[in-house]
């Protein structure tokens, strides 16, 4: 069974950092691109970053392209997302998953997500 | 960026109608296009990919359809645990996009 693990997540103060963590089991972590989708409350998805499975390409949405870096260590089978400046508008669940972009690029598997909440 | 416009974005139907659900793309994407059912409070769930390949386990209740800039989701006959929220998502570009969501309601 595919199981993937968020952590890291939690109340933190506009302009500080936070960094999450997803703990994958069951999948092959090496064979696959890994992404972080959040959801803001009550609204849709958004894409928020993705790195191939060699760590070669990373790519961000504008919304946080450089404030946010995405990471991963294989040995580990752990993805990370390191946050920097944090705003009000990144507010959000956010998830971990696989992504599998052998034919068409779609998400199987996702992890139950770690709350983010940006307040003073 | 390629942009996803899903209709409508709500709609209430009643258990064994048969619903269609659109996702429409601001360029062509040719079948790179997935759907994924949101129930509330859980994590988003891969229905259909390439358009219309039917995930393993979703129930051929569900099926796909479209290519370019035009897709559709189409339930046969709805079930009582088909009433969520309904995301299509395109993986054409290298940043992957997701659509509002389509909310299926109960009427």
Redesign the interface.
């Known amino acids: 069974e595919v199981q993937l693990v968020e952590s890291g997540g939690g109340l933190v103060q506009p302009g500080r950092s936070l960094r999450l963590s997803c703990a994958t089991s069951g999948v092959t972590f090496d064979d696959y691109a890994m992404h972080w989708v959040r959801q803001a409350p009550g609204k849709g998805l958004e894409w928020v970053s993705g790195i191939t499975w060699n760590s070669d390409t990373t790519d961000y949405a504008d919304s946080v392209k450089g404030r946010f870096t995405i990471s991963r260590d294989n040995a580990k089978n752990s993805l990370y997302l390191e946050m920097k400046s944090l705003r009000a508008e990144d507010t959000a669940l956010y998830y971990c998953a696989v992504y599998d972009n052998s034919g068409h690029g779609f998400f199987p598997h996702w992890g139950q997500g770690t709350l983010v909440t940006v307040s003073s | ?1 390629i942009q996803l416009t899903q209709s409508p974005s709500s709609l209430s139907a009643s258990v064994g109608d048969r619903v269609s659900l659109t996702c429409r793309a601001s360029q062509t994407i040719s ?2 296009l ?1 759907w ?1 059912q ?1 129930k509330p409070g ?5 229905l259909i ?3 219309s ?1 039917l ?1 393993s386990g979703v129930p051929s209740r569900f099926s796909g359809s479209g290519s370019g800039t035009d897709f559709t989701l189409t339930i046969g006959s709805l079930q009582p645990e088909d009433f969520a929220t309904y ?1 299509c ?1 395109q ?1 054409h570009s ?8 389509t909310k299926l309601e109960i009427k």
């Not at chain 2, 859980?42 to 891969?46: R, Y």
Request: proline share 7%.
């Open positions: 960026d079948n790179f997935n994924y949101q859980k994590a988003p769930e891969l990919y390439g358009a390949s995930q995301y998502q993986s290298n940043s992957p996009t997701f659509g509002q969501g």
